[in-house]
């Protein structure tokens, strides 16, 4: 197997492009990729403040190296979720990333700001985790960037992550999820703009591309995070890009096609009054978060802690 | 295992309805359901004269036994696909069944009509044979209920046929095909009504049906449809039905209620002119099937032979 650039012996087969690269023509090609969704679909400038959300994850991290190494100017956000030896490693992990970048990392911690972890409180709100966590985060990444003036909030969504999600939707016509999903949501009444620059970008590049690029990273998923649902639509679809390579791109492409005139968030929001103790859009008269932190909050603000390292 | 309505050993076991059911019941069951189906969208009337489109295999022999029982007057259509082995016993089948129900079988010869068989004629066309197939089905079939004046053409796809289709259509975007399907499609310029009385039903439901009714059916599927993509897509939904039971029946219930307000085949046809030779719907000066028969065909018309079993 020859590299399609220059011949080489390749080390990175792509069945979905019909093609197979060396090391370091997969690194370009993938930069050059990701590079090319952010010009198509409009999601950074070179006057944005970006914020990339950071797991510790390989698809958090990548997007993180990769973004700087496109000279986009990106400061990272860690939300904590308190699950002992996961979130240990992971913040590890992701400060690592910071100290490589010389890029500041907030981090915001579930455990001070509730005094309890994730699962303990999902447990007392008779909520799934992930759902909680979901609800947080969103909320949190978003406040981070506009206590500190980031235009855009970057996430490391791949491929896979979005097409078994749409599949899920399909699957059970979540119709109020189902049109929502795209590379951009525009910023919009307290909202940040949020982006997925690996929308495109199927989950094991994003694994070559950190392993390429010596990027050490968290091998396991959340624990509360694996589901038999998502696991299984990815290994379903996984098992159809056997057979066809290149649907689930043709799928996530199609799907961004039709979205497109079935109208984007702009509604959904008007359609909201504003939160009486953050002013964010909410249905209620206080956001999901906000009733969070009043009924189980240790204190009234949303704290961040701003990891600064040195200067290379 | 108990059964749910008669507390005797239940013999069918039913997660979707999370139910189990005994032989006798289970029967019952399933007619009542079909019934259901054909009374909520409208499928047949008393005053109908169908036509049940039988290959010999489960789901159409089902289809015409319970018709049969539900009471409606319906006879058969059989095409001859001139696949030696395969075409024969189907054929033995379903004259077996038309002999239980004293019901008139039409049948149309393909190898007769072209003098040679699905897979020759596909290959001098360079088509595939399921998609030439397609075409002379849906030709003929029409055709018969217009020449012997039958109102409806009664159709064998269960859930698990129209499931899979719905996912592959849907994983490719294919716009073209995608809000076309349906239980029912109304008559229009020449075109029988079409029914699919087992849309909600699944394979296992009507094999079982086939089986306690000693139903007699080919097991074999015709050895050209076994396209690794249609049974692949098979396969992963009942994946997903094995961890979600309902799955499918939401899946499809869900897409009816969305494919209605996306238009039905009006407007297609609509757009359509005639066909010089039989003046049915066609884009082209000829429909494809007239263009067919112009090159290939052995004769001027479409001709059937007209199986009737014995008074009881």
Chains 1, 2 share one sequence.
């Not at 390989?58 to 973004?67: E, R, V």
């Not at 992701?94 to 447990?123: I, P």
């Not at 506009?146 to 791949?158: C, F, I, P, Q, R």
């Not at 189902?178 to 910023?187: D, R």
Request: with cysteine.
């Amino acid at each position: 197997m020859k590299c399609r650039v220059c011949g080489a012996q390749a080390n990175i087969r792509l069945p979905q492009y019909n093609s197979a690269l060396c090391a370091g023509d997969f690194i370009a090609f993938f930069e050059k990729r990701v590079s090319g969704t952010i010009t198509k679909y409009g999601l950074l400038s070179e006057q944005d403040r970006a914020l990339v959300a950071v797991s510790g994850g390989k698809d958090s991290l990548s997007l993180w190296h990769l973004l700087d190494r496109l000279g986009f100017s990106a400061d990272g956000i860690y939300i904590d979720l308190g699950i002992k030896e996961y979130s240990h490693i992971s913040l590890v992990k992701t400060r690592q990333m910071a100290d490589r970048l010389h890029r500041r990392l907030y981090s915001f911690s579930f455990s001070e700001a509730f005094s309890k972890g994730v699962k303990e409180l999902a447990r007392m709100m008779k909520r799934p985790p992930c759902s909680l966590c979901g609800t947080i985060k969103r909320y949190v990444m978003n406040r981070a960037c506009t206590d500190y003036g980031y235009s855009v909030l970057a996430t490391g969504h791949n491929l896979d992550d979005e097409a078994s999600a749409l599949l899920g939707n399909m699957l059970h016509w979540k119709e109020e999820y189902l049109w929502k999903k795209g590379v951009v949501l525009e910023a919009e009444r307290g909202l940040a703009k949020k982006v997925k620059p690996f929308f495109l970008c199927s989950e094991k590049e994003a694994a070559a591309y950190a392993l390429l690029n010596n990027i050490d990273y968290i091998y396991d998923e959340c624990p509360y995070s694996l589901g038999a649902k998502t696991l299984l639509y990815k290994s379903l679809l996984n098992r159809v890009e056997d057979v066809s390579p290149a649907t689930k791109i043709a799928f996530l492409k199609g799907y961004l096609k039709r979205a497109k005139a079935e109208g984007s968030r702009g509604q959904e929001q008007e359609e909201k009054g504003s939160c009486s103790v953050c002013g964010y859009p909410s249905y209620g008269e206080q956001c999901n978060f906000c009733r969070l932190m009043t009924k189980f909050g240790s204190g009234p603000a949303v704290r961040f802690d701003v990891y600064v390292p040195s200067e290379p």
